[in-house]
């Protein structure tokens, strides 16, 4: 009875072990890659938010998990090295900002999970099959959202006068590479000419597409969502101001540094609900299997101490609907 009863409990074992083998075995520390193009300062806001989220899931970094951050520094050819440093880790995971880094991991491996956040288009970057079901080693939140039309709304509320548009574009994301059918419609039903300013190459002649935006006398500016933009991000804001241009951005990190207004995603949101995908992840659960998901919370962000340098008066109307107002 007693090798009957050994035998048992041996094939059961045998049965039970596969069920387990994707999960983190007992007592192992998680270790988890964060690859950003931009610095640790200015992407602060987002990684901590990232914390949060993995605190709310059980996880304190330096108790039962270990987090191993890589920063480009604005820097796009340093982030296949960066990415290949975190493979060589033997990380459970990556984390990604952006669709440069989400690429750079990509093509260093096939086989670790990677977590994109505030990617564009994740399917015509060829990350994923379908928001559905991503499928392969990449899953995560995508920014993608029809919003040009809405963020053109906001800035003729706001400036009712205004009847000539330039839009900052960056042609390598493939999220804002153009002007959208949403953002030509609302500028026809408004009555709004749009000017599409492209800014291509490794060193994008800001000061050129300034110079065509007052040459063509456009009475405002929408900046859409784009590497490029990000990365030069002040550049873009002194010299919307240099031009006295009152501009909508496609994310709140610029109002934050001096631009007037943006609606976007939450970008903060996304990091934090990036934990729930590393959460799953660690648990069993392959990328391939979790939807991608997209934006849930939008913010317009209003910077009245920029409005007042430029002379210019948010109505009250549009102030109502702000979420956030600096004053």
Partial sequence: MRLIGLAVILTLSLFAAPLAADAQPAGKVPRIGVLSTNSQASVSTHVEAFRQG???????????????YRYGDGNLDRLPKL????????????????????????????TVPIVMTIVGDPIASGFIAS??????????????????????????????????????????????????????MTAEVLGVKLLSLELRGPNPDFEGAFRTAMRERVGALLVAAGAALALHSKR???????NRLPAMYASSEFVDIGALMSYGPSIPDLFR????????????????DLPVEQPTKFELVINLKTAKALGLTIPPSVLARADRVIE
Wanted: proline content about 5%; aromatic content about 2%; charged content about 20%.
């Fill in 236 to 242: 873009v804001v002194d010299l919307a101001a240099k």
């Fill in 273 to 288: 609900r990036a934990a729930t995908y590393v959460d799953k992840i660690l648990k069993g659960v392959k990328p391939a």
């Fill in 54 to 68: 993995l605190r709310e899931r059980g996880y304190v970094e330096g108790q039962n998990v270990v987090i191993e």
């Fill in 131 to 184: 928001l559905a079901k991503p499928g392969g080693n990449i899953t995560g939140l995508t920014q993608l959202a029809a919003l040009g039309g809405k963020r053109l709304e906001l800035l003729k509320e706001a400036f009712p006068k205004v009847s000539r548009v330039a839009m900052l574009l960056d042609p390598a994301s493939s999220a804002q590479g153009a002007i959208g059918p949403d953002t030509r």
């Fill in 83 to 110: 990415a290949a440093e975190l493979v060589a880790l033997n990380v459970d995971l990556i984390v990604t900002g952006g669709t440069s880094p989400t690429r750079a991991v990509q093509q260093a491996s096939k």
